[in-house]
């Protein structure tokens, strides 16, 4: 099974066992009741957050059954996880990071453009980061329709336009 970081556990606070996190994702995956996996010496343990609050830029979590410091303190640094079977299905025409990276990118000749080796998250848009076969990096913006044509299941097609590459 596959899991992915969600979160950092920062800190205690306070002796009831809150812990002080920091999110890794812009899905909502801190409330009550939600089960997650802290990545503790290389195992994934199941947790359930039991009582959840905003606190200053993260959250205090606390996890059920574990409500005393020292029972949560070994945690320190550790990051929270989710399942890929927890993760949400997302509308047509969204994807997971983790989805488009390692796909081969053609355009819409069917050319080679290079791989996908990572996501830019910009003000403007989210882009991918296309490396060819000589090394060189550009970023192609992940709009669909416009550079995005089509995601498969082992490639993804752009429309490529004059100075894209």
């Not at 979160?7 to 996190?21: A, F, N, Q, S, T």
């Not at 993760?87 to 069917?110: H, T, V």
């Not at 080679?112 to 060189?136: F, H, M, R, T, W």
């Amino acid at each position: 099974m596959k899991y992915f970081k969600c979160g950092k556990i920062l800190k205690m606070h306070g002796i009831k066992g809150d812990m002080k996190v920091s999110p890794m994702t812009d899905f909502d995956r801190f409330f009550n009741g939600n089960k997650l996996y802290v990545l503790h010496n290389g195992e994934y343990i199941e947790v359930t957050l039991e009582n959840v609050r905003e606190f200053k830029d993260g959250y205090l979590l606390q996890f059920k059954g574990l409500e005393d410091i020292n029972l949560v303190e070994k945690f320190h640094s550790d990051f929270l996880c989710v399942s890929e079977l927890d993760r949400d299905i997302l509308p047509e025409g969204e994807y997971y990071f983790d989805e488009l990276i390692g796909k081969d990118i053609y355009n819409q000749n069917g050319e080679l453009k290079g791989n996908c080796i990572d996501i830019e998250e910009l003000p403007s848009a989210n882009y991918l980061v296309c490396k060819n076969s000589d090394g060189k990096k550009n970023l192609i913006p992940f709009i669909m329709n416009e550079f995005i044509k089509e995601v498969k299941e082992d490639r993804i097609i752009i429309n490529e336009i004059e100075g894209l590459f």
